[in-house]
């Protein structure tokens, strides 16, 4: 497949990566001459240096002859020009990334597909909908769901008093023989990459664990691990920035107590004005007098969602040594989402990662039904749906060669999960979530071909 | 500071032609009617159309450029004028002889108060009436451009927030919009006036009496052609009735009558004043309605109550009626309410500070200016708990800015400080207490009818003239939201920009 993406900030430097570990023909256009050099250096891609919007340069890329052109860029309008301009080039398909909400709400009445836009990716809106995701299932670090809850992925950190913490997966299973869960990823303490679990691989205290459960299963977890999923009912939020106002109108909607912090006044009259039901804190979150004035400790969750991602940090930090349960901090600095779980931050959300990985997952929707990267790992989630031609078809899961840095989580059958073990038969029809570290994608998806 | 006085006078003679050209109106009432005043009458048009026409006449050649201090003044002079020119008719037939009295007259005319220093009404000659009533017409058209057009680009007491069409605060010139949005309610009041006349004529008034009924109601007056008001009808309450619904159309907001008109139901439904003011009434009704039925003793009052459809309706009725006739500031008067029970006096002294809603007729505070008061009242509670939250008052699911608010809270504590002042000017005139404060607060509101000596069922003939000056002041001042005319007196109005 030949891909240009336009635009070589973070989401479009991420894109790449992702895409050129499969092999594909990518180039990449920007005028920075310092972030094209670093992706050139590090990527296996082709650059252009220039302006996406003129014709000359989208020529140069061969934009006649691309399967996809994706328009990264910071500016909205820019975007919108670039998708439009390829198409009319010969452009097979184009995705732009906007921040206006209001052109995804109505994609279909004005008709972005009818003058040459596929698909409409808005960072903020994905932000706000993964702060809401994860506060639902408050203990759990990180949660997905496959086929509405038929299958749920859930992230988790071991503490002391978790049962099979020196146990290995083996062991483990066998004191729970009610067991509906798997283990499909590890990442230990204070390590940089990702562990896919086989059966002798011990659980460590401190252990970042991403479980797959069937329906149910995830109370179940709550218990072995020793921690209660609390219920969240009262939210704070910093920063009235799009994503905080997105989420604060969203999440008040179903039903939480929201207060809402924003420094700059008018931009918080102006919140004050638009959602009624949320409380409007004038203050920039520095302020602990003011965080305490506001019953800080009262809170069951706190998310930070300012412009400052060092303030969103530190704020979080207040907030946890208040005793509040669940923090979320929004993060722009990739260094700083490595070091996520050892600062203390139960969540980190980065909008340009969740733009990457949402345009990744639209590339690939061909053949995989739902996707996700698991945050703080180098591993993604997939889900494929097994046909009759598929190498997998009616084999026993323990006979399929199977790429070692991969795993089957579950399988989806009708509308009921199963958590999928050695002996499982594979059918036509079946829904197989996998995960799998980024080199193994390919391989995993020659099996369901 | 260099004011545009042209276009000012420009302005004033345009409304003493106006004025004129209503003054042949009651000429042609007098001469049909053949009350015997048909040629003082038609002297005195005249006299005002020739002022007019040559004060119009001399500033012909003017810049059109004005801004808000001219429109400060063509505002409060306007209404000087108006009530100066306008005493023109009673003078010059010598109905009311006296200059005091005329003007007290007719300044109570254009503010639509309805307090009136004539003993014996139903003496006077028909043209006479006639004019008596179109000076409440006039004044509720007046009124009416005011509210909706003027003073909100005046930035006035917070009236820039209610205005439906009002192109914001921050205009300094008048919007030629104006003119539109005027004809279009004109058409409505005009509208609620023939529809009253019809209706009032179809329940047995006479075509006079209903047609000066109707100008009366619908501008929420207050005079009536009858020595005993509207009590006059009270053996006939299909008559009251219809009084009652014009009064509630009149208090009500013009512009959502026009939304009402275009279909758009909804938006007055969901209107919060509406709501309040309907609310309001509906409360103040009941309490007022179980008290007389239950407490008070009908028969020591002057006015006949004969109870043709049962005493419980007349209960009722009357309730209704003196509630809307005070909240509306119309000031008709079926009962006298000063004889109901002590309770009742206190009440209906309280709803002379209510007022109908803004953008209609009505004089007072006005509901949404209470509305507003009472919702901030209530925040400053969560306030305390919250010292750094943001905290905006809504209205009509909009976030009220604290400007707007604080604008507010000056009107009601200025229109309070007019209250108590005016109240003492009055003691001044060995007027007791409550008629003081009856007097003061039945002006400020542009009511009519007051306590003590000056109740429902006595005149202000009995007013010192001094007071009656003193009274005039009060209800210019209560029209014209306070502001309009007390920053005249200011020296920074004057004083170079």
Redesign the interface.
Known sequence: MKIIIAGAGEVGFHLAKLLSYESQEITLIDTDKESLTYADTHLDIKVIRGDATSIAILREGKVGLCDLLIAVTASETTNITICVLAKQLGAKRTIARISNTEFIANKEEVGFTRFGIDELISPEALAASEIELSLRQSSFSDTYEFEEGALTMAGLTLSKEASFVGKNVKDAAKIFPEIHFIPIAIQRQGTQYTLIPRGDTIFKEGDNVVFITSEGGAEELCRLTGKKNTEIKNVMILGGTEIGFKAARDLCKKGFNIKLL?GD?ER??D???QL?NV?????DGRKVD?LD??SIGDMDAFIAVGDNSETNIMSCLVAKSKGVKKSIALVENMDYFELSHSIGIDTLINKKLLAANSIFRYIRKGEVVAMTKLSNMNAELLEFEVMSTSAICNKLIKNVDFPRSAIIGGVIRGNVGYIALGDFKIQEGDKVVVCSLLRSIKGVEKLFL | MRLNYKIIFHFLGLLTLFNGGFMLLSTLVSYLYEDGVTGTLSLASLLTLVLGGVVMLFTRKHNKEMNKREGYIVVAFGWVIMALTGTLPYVVTGSIPSFTNAFFETMSGYTTTGASILNDIEAMPKGILFWRSLTHWIGGMGIIVLAIAILPLLGIGGMQMFAAEAPGPSADKLHPRITDTAKRLWLIYFGYTAAETLLLSVAGMSFFDAINHALCTVSTGGFSTKNASVAYWNGQPLIQYIIILFMFLAGTNFVLSYFAFKGKVQKVIHDEEFKLYFKFIAIFTAIAALLIYFRADVSVSSIEHPMVWGEGESAIRHALFQVLAIVTTTGFVTADYTLWTPFLVVFFFGLMFLGGSAGSTSGGVKVVRHLLLIKNGFLEFKRAL???????V?YN???I?GDIVFNILGFFILYMLSFIIGALVFSMFQLDFESSIGLAASSLGNVGPALGDFGPVNNYAALPPLAQWWASFLMLIGRLELFTVLVLFTPFFWRNR
């Open positions: 924003e006044k918080a009259f919140i004050a004005d009624p409380l409007v804190i004038k203050s003011v004035e506001e | 919250h010292p750094s939250a943001i905290l905006p809504r699911m909009k976030a800015s």
